[in-house]
């Protein structure tokens, strides 16, 4: 009976140890404070490690986060200086500093910080109208931030950050702010079409005033260019036909032309003066009938040496002083019959281009040599073809 008290009272006493040991230490977690109170009265304050407390004597309360802790309030209505109410969503961002103070100085401290925010956010806010309030949020953030730090110091909080997350206007004024939105849109739209149309037609005039700048300087150097090439192939067609001149000029004297020989080029050159479709009139000159009595008496010698040329040997052509205008047997049967008949004195006659006129007959050439009259070498008096 007496063994069986013994074990009886050593498992109590056991129990009693194990009791007093597990009341007696306290583990407190890392970034966590707890609150020690003795007999009802703040006694002191565990931090994270290990700790001993008097047990049955000493009573530990919850322990308190000291992280910085992250607490968004539901939207707040507030009324701005405009009489417009919105609804304001707001976060905060608190740590424990101080234990002792944030469970002994207020009963809730989360609930004092969200009662502080709201109160504080509308003091804020009603001073501005609607337009600064939307966009004045880092003011409105500062202005909370340094009056809810100054209220919580003694709370043992310390707010690090307060943030807006919307602020919510009535659906009237978001109609309203929109329309006005879309309306400057549309507006700054007009006035960069329109600016983007005013420097594209700048530029346009710009590049078809350079363009007409270009075609004109163009256009003078190629005149300028076509005149010095016209005034260098004029005078190269000049120094041409003067070569030429002087060279038939040098040939003629050097090849000694008789009268006759004058007198039937000069008598050629007649039907080309009047081939020209504007060639209504031109003049037969006065000496025409010398020229004729030359040609004539040259041809009346050039039938004579013909014939006798049958009857005599072969042999070189006649040796005049000009050079022969037929070879030997043959003549010009036609300008011979003109050139050897009679008829009456040569008259100066204008006839027109296809009209009937005074026509000279074959003899009306006088009996004066062809070389008396130096006129009959210059040319023709006078010739007119007016166009």
């Known amino acids: 009976m007496s063994s069986l008290v013994a074990i009886i009272l050593l498992v109590v006493f056991v129990a009693l140890v194990v009791a007093v040991v597990t009341q007696s230490i306290r583990i407190v977690p890392q970034a966590m404070a707890g609150i020690v109170e003795r007999f009802g009265r703040y006694h002191r304050t565990l931090h994270a490690g290990l700790n001993v407390v008097t047990p049955f004597v000493?009573?530990?309360?919850?322990?308190?986060?000291?992280?910085?802790?992250?607490?968004?309030?539901?939207?707040?209505?507030?009324i701005t200086r405009?009489?417009?109410?919105?609804?304001?969503?707001?976060?905060?961002?608190?740590?424990?500093?101080?234990?002792?103070?944030?469970?002994?100085?207020?009963?809730?401290?989360?609930?004092?910080?969200?009662q502080l925010?709201?109160?504080?956010?509308?003091?804020?806010?009603?001073?501005?109208?609607?337009?600064?309030?939307?966009?004045?949020?880092?003011q409105i953030n500062s202005m909370l931030r340094r009056e809810l730090d100054e209220a919580t110091g003694k709370?043992?909080?310390?707010?690090?950050?307060?943030e807006i997350k919307a602020i919510e206007p009535p659906g009237s004024i978001q109609d309203s702010m929109e329309k006005q939105m879309r309306a400057?849109?549309?507006?700054?739209?007009?006035?960069?079409?329109?600016?983007?149309?005013?420097?594209?037609?700048?530029?346009?005039?710009?590049?078809?005033?350079?363009?007409?700048?270009?075609?004109?300087?163009?256009?003078?150097?190629?005149?300028?260019?076509?005149?010095?090439?016209d005034a260098k192939a004029q005078a190269a067609r000049a120094k041409g036909q003067a070569e030429a001149i002087s060279t038939v000029f040098q040939a003629i004297h050097e090849g000694h032309p008789d009268q006759p020989l004058l007198?039937?080029?000069?008598?050629?050159?007649l039907p080309q003066i009047a081939q020209g479709d504007a060639n209504k009139v031109w003049i037969v000159p006065s000496e025409i009938g010398k020229a004729l009595e030359g040609l004539g008496g040259f041809?009346?010698?050039?039938?004579?040496?013909?014939a006798e040329s049958k009857t005599s040997a072969p042999g070189p052509l006649g040796s005049g002083p000009g050079p022969e205008f037929d070879p030997a047997g043959v003549g010009h049967p036609g300008l011979e019959g003109?050139?050897?008949?009679?008829?009456?004195s040569v008259h100066d006659g204008a006839v027109g281009h296809g009209e009937s006129g005074s026509v000279p007959r074959a003899g009306d050439a006088g009996a004066a040599p062809l070389h008396d009259d130096p006129s009959l070498v210059q040319g023709p008096a006078e010739v007119r073809a007016p166009v």
């Open 82 to 114: 405009d009489n417009l109410v919105v609804g304001i969503d707001t976060v905060i961002y608190f740590q424990v500093t101080d234990a002792k103070a944030a469970t002994y100085e207020v009963a809730n401290y989360i609930t004092a910080v969200e």
């Open 338 to 344: 003109w050139l050897t008949g009679r008829g009456g």
């Open 184 to 229: 400057d849109r549309d507006k700054r739209a007009a006035i960069l079409s329109a600016e983007g149309s005013k420097q594209s037609a700048i530029l346009t005039a710009e590049g078809e005033r350079q363009a007409a700048v270009l075609r004109a300087r163009g256009e003078s150097e190629a005149a300028v260019l076509r005149a010095e090439a």
């Open 263 to 269: 007198a039937y080029q000069y008598m050629q050159m």
């Open 299 to 306: 041809f009346s010698g050039a039938a004579g040496r013909s």
């Open 155 to 162: 709370w043992g909080i310390r707010v690090g950050r307060v």
């Open 58 to 78: 000493d009573r530990l309360r919850p322990l308190l986060d000291l992280r910085e802790q992250v607490v968004s309030f539901p939207p707040q209505p507030v």
């Open 117 to 138: 925010t709201v109160t504080t956010l509308r003091n804020v806010v009603g001073g501005m109208d609607l337009e600064t309030a939307l966009t004045s949020r880092d």
